[in-house]
């Protein structure tokens, strides 16, 4: 449940619980005061009764029964009732037109019951007649029962339980429309603040300038409310946040054009070792086994060392976006192209072609992309023994295009699959190795499936390794293209 709406149902409910404690003190307030107002109009009629009986000399047989309940002054549907040793005298109630009604045996019966002396008391006759506040005194020679009807005590209780039950609805919708308002009126500021977290949410953090225009507006930072002091906090962590990150993009900047400019420079020397190490093992000139047997070393180092220095430039280029050249490419040529090689190069593998009839062409760098089919292949034959199958496949859908290396080699280790595609990441433990590796090959895989807008993924059991390169659709435009890479490259 939302903060809003528990708001808006304990505003509610403390409104209701209100009304009904006031409507509940009403109604007992109303019947204690008509209760009463009733029992002092008793008190009045049976002094008038008593009065009108001690009018006759205290008998009861002088008179007629009607004159006897009809005194002066008694008010319609008072009831009269008079009993001569148990017995009873008569039982009468004033009519609205001022007749005479006698109560039945039964009714009369229920009135002798009475408390002599008990002040007044209800009780319920039943029929048309219904409940009767009563009193009963002693006479001279009897017992006089005097009483008024509840019914109008009743009719007021039930009209004002009505009001309040309408009061009480009309409070509800009123209190709910109310609470709403207030509530949500109060929870805009709050509201505000999480927008600007989800924009904080959605976007990737690869540059600190991103944050530069994400903040919480300033009429929600005030310090004077608490809303106002959870906006400027806020917007001081996403201050820190962006510092850190333009601190970290200003330290990344240093190791790339660290990487690039070394990378530049060792070239040369590197290109002279060697030459100079081939130059050695060509000359005619005898050498001792131990210098022949060295000079290859540093000839195989060097070539080796060449090319990390030439993947690692190339790793930098592509941070700058560069290096990447748009035109429309012939995959499936170039999976048959590496695939060809690969079976030159290690021909103890089984590797197949999984691709289909028509040519598969895409939009991007087609040494780049070459480049990418190499590697893949590259890693799965040189971290499985020989003997095993490698499938190399395209297949198109209406998101783009999937590029599968699949091998049946004994798998990855699980905790490695989070840093695969991570510079220098080995996993020798994992895969038997027959060559050596930089660790560089599946960096620069992620990093040109990254520069033209794709994505790369591995899914790893022993007997079923896949590397998977999705190549989104054709883009409106190459610029389109190239901007998503250099997006890319720049994460």
Known sequence: MTLRRRLVLSIVALVV??????GAGSIIALATIQTTSIDSQIEHATDRAQSHLNQGGGGFGGAPPDDLARPAGQAAGTLTAVYLNGNRVFSTIIQESG?????????????AQATVGNGAQTVRLGGSVGDYRVAAVATTNGVLVVGLPMAPVYASIWNLIWVVVVVMVVAL????????????????????????????????LVRGDQLADVRVPQQDTDPRTEVGRVGTAF????????????????????????????????????????????????????????????????????????GMVEDLLLLARLDEGREIQFDDVD?????????????????????????????????????????????????ARTHTPDGTRITVGIATGPEGVDLTVRDTGQGIDPAFLPKMFERFARADSSRSRTAGSTGLG??????????????????????????????????????DLRRSGVAASGA
Do not use: C, W
Request: charged share 20%.
């Open 99 to 111: 007749s005479i009604k006698q109560l039945t045996a039964g009714q009369a019966q229920t009135l």
């Open 235 to 306: 917007n001081r962590m996403l201050g820190h946040i962006g510092d850190a990150m333009r601190a970290r993009e200003a330290s990344e900047d240093k190791v790339r054009q660290f990487v690039a400019d070394a990378s530049h420079e060792l070239r040369t020397p590197l290109a002279s070792i060697r030459g100079y190490a081939e130059l050695t093992r060509r000359m005619s000139v005898d050498l001792p086994d131990d210098v022949v047997y060295a000079m290859s070393r540093v000839e195989a180092e060097s070539v080796r060392m060449t």
């Open 442 to 479: 599946l960096a620069i895989v992620d990093a040109v499936v990254q520069a033209h807008g794709g994505v790369v993924s591995v899914r790893s059991v022993p007997g079923d390794t896949v590397f998977t390169v999705r190549l989104p659709a054709v883009p409106s435009s190459p610029d």
């Open 331 to 379: 995959l499936t040529g170039l999976v048959l192209d590496a695939v060809n090689d690969a079976h030159a190069a290690s021909p103890g593998h089984l590797i197949d072609v999984d691709v289909p009839d028509e040519p598969v062409v895409v939009l991007g760098d087609a040494a780049r992309l070459h480049q990418v089919v190499v590697n893949l292949v590259t890693n």
């Open 17 to 22: 619980a209100v009304s009904a404690v006031i």
């Open 173 to 204: 919708v009123a209190a709910s429309l109310v609470a709403t308002y207030a509530v949500r009126r109060s929870l805009r500021p709050l509201e505000r603040v999480a927008e600007t977290a989800t924009t904080v949410a959605r976007l990737p």
